[in-house]
């Protein structure tokens, strides 16, 4: 898909604050610049705030944005709120996206399984919540980009099932 807009938001009160610096978002932003050169790539950091996560998402899917990932705020900790954001910004629940992120993440590390994160769609964005540590950012994008670019394309109104 030629020059379409993809996201990455960082969501972390310590990186929003330059307490820690910000590893995972950028290594999810190179993994979607190798999948997909030609795509506008937007990359932004919030703090943990649930209203304002629901109000980049709406402006990302009314940007036109095909895919958007959030990185963080996906476990257990008291300002861990990005799928309650998320869920109140999608209009339709993708949760096989998130199980499989789960059940893979878990071969190599047990501690997947306390993620919270969900993915739907928005219209015909797909958001998608991925851990916020850079190896679980990474591995479980990288165990559902298959998936995605199949959504993705079926999203935009492709009828081609495999």
């Known amino acids: ?20 610096e910000d590893t995972a978002g950028p290594a999810v932003v190179e993994l979607l610049r190798a999948e997909w050169n030609d795509a506008e790539i ?21 940007d036109g944005a095909a895919l958007v ?16 954001a ?11 996206l ?4 789960r059940s893979l993440g878990a071969a190599h590390n047990p501690y997947a ?5 969900v993915a739907g769609l928005r219209g015909r964005t797909l958001i998608v919540n991925l851990p916020g ?8 994008l990288s165990s559902i980009l298959p998936l995605i670019q199949h959504a993705l ?4 109104g492709g009828q081609d099932h495999p």
């Open 98 to 101: 998130a199980e499989a992120m």
């Open 69 to 84: 990932l959030t990185v963080g705020g996906t476990g257990l900790g008291p300002r861990d709120r990005t799928p309650e």
């Open 42 to 62: 937007r990359a932004a950091l919030l703090a943990d705030d649930e209203d304002a996560i629901v109000t980049v998402l709406e402006k990302l899917s009314g």
């Open 1 to 20: 898909m030629m020059g379409m807009l993809l996201a990455v938001i960082t969501i972390s009160d310590r990186c929003s604050q330059g307490l820690l």
């Open 86 to 96: 998320t869920r109140r910004a999608i209009d339709r629940e993708a949760p096989g």
């Open 133 to 140: 540590s850079l190896r679980g950012a990474g591995e479980s």
């Open 153 to 156: 394309k079926i999203a935009s």
């Open 113 to 117: 399984w306390l993620s919270r994160g």
